[in-house]
């Protein structure tokens, strides 16, 4: 029990410290590497929750490929967040507005763990115990994921599948830009 | 980054073991942490990988643009090919049940598929992404 306090206590210590170092950089790269890093522990944090599905993909897409998207993307950026010129008093208050209500919330949270919670009793009970007879697999996050709730797993692929097609799309119409390369430059500003 | 041996070769070598893992993570999904989402992921960062190291054309010759397009857009169908045809066969849409001999091993087959479709969409809208932005440089620079 001590133990767990004291992994938690060191990993929450790493998380603020790492937020706090975001909002201080102007560096678009070290905000960069500094949100992966906090992916990874983001991950460690729901490793300790024995998440740990959650985890590899938090390790994985968190701080593994929206990095590399994020460099790449980073290309187009100024080198150099600009200083804000409002003033950082409101911002900062709603903030901590926000953020008291949120932990004043947090105590009529049920523990961690406890059997009695509503969200051990609901519907999950059921999987649990299903998992086994109805799906015949032992990972019962991949039975919920895949087959108790694949409609709104299909909707997630839908969703990832929509993105890409967005971005590619607002991508696309330079591409067709640089086709037209052997034409004259007033056409391919006019076809832009 | 292209002249460096270490990274060239360390690639090379890496290449095949990250695509291995990714194939491991997706099928094992059913027996301990991974599927689809996470396969895909790590498929994908093999590719861009190599774009990185050799550059986009090289990869882009390696994963062909279009087969990428192709790919993405199928991972989805299959998806929902797995409902439609549970659906035909006379059960519910995306009730695996019916698809095997017994519920559990048409349960299995279900979840295979769609975990794979999963995977496939989420794999190349990665590398489609990376494309898309690491070509957009040149053109800016026309």
């Known amino acids: 029990m001590i133990s767990e306090l004291l992994i938690n206590a060191f990993l929450v210590t790493i998380m603020l410290s790492i937020a706090i170092a975001l909002i201080k950089t102007r560096t678009v790269i070290f905000t960069v590497i500094l949100t992966s890093a906090y992916s990874l522990v983001a991950a460690l944090m729901f490793i300790t929750l024995d998440a740990v599905d959650v985890a590899f993909t938090e390790a994985s897409v968190g701080a593994g490929i929206s990095t590399i998207l994020f460099l790449a993307a980073m290309a187009y950026l100024p080198k150099k967040e600009e200083e804000s010129i409002s003033s950082e008093f409101i911002p900062a208050f709603s903030c901590i507005i926000l953020g008291g209500i949120l932990i004043w919330c947090s105590f009529d949270l049920p523990e961690i763990g406890q059997l009695t919670a509503p969200i051990h009793q609901h519907i999950a009970p059921e999987y649990i115990r299903g998992s086994k007879e109805d799906i015949g697999i032992p990972n019962i996050v991949t039975s919920v994921l895949a087959s108790y709730r694949g409609y709104d797993t299909f909707g997630e692929t839908i969703v990832v599948f929509t993105a890409g097609v967005a971005v590619l799309a607002l991508l696309e119409k330079k591409n067709s830009a640089k086709k037209n390369k052997s034409q004259p430059k007033q056409k391919i500003r006019k076809n832009a | ?142």
């Open chain 2, 1 to 142: 980054m292209h002249n460096n041996p270490i990274l060239r070769i360390s690639t090379k070598i890496l290449f095949a073991p990250i695509i291995l893992f990714g194939l491991y993570v997706q099928f094992h999904g059913d027996f301990g942490p991974g599927g689809g989402f996470q396969a895909g992921v790590i498929v994908a960062s093999a590719f861009i990988l190599y774009s990185l190291v050799f550059g986009i054309e090289a990869g882009k010759k390696l994963f062909p643009p279009n087969f990428n397009l192709i790919l993405l857009a199928f991972g989805g169908i299959l998806y929902g090919g797995v409902g439609i045809v549970s659906m035909i066969l006379g059960d519910e849409f995306l009730a695996y049940n019916i698809l095997g001999s017994s519920p559990q091993s048409g349960q299995h087959i279900g979840i295979l598929l769609v975990e794979f479709g999963v995977g496939l969409t989420v794999s190349n809208v990665m590398i489609a992404l990376f494309n898309a932005f690491a070509s957009y440089d040149k053109i800016k620079e026309k």
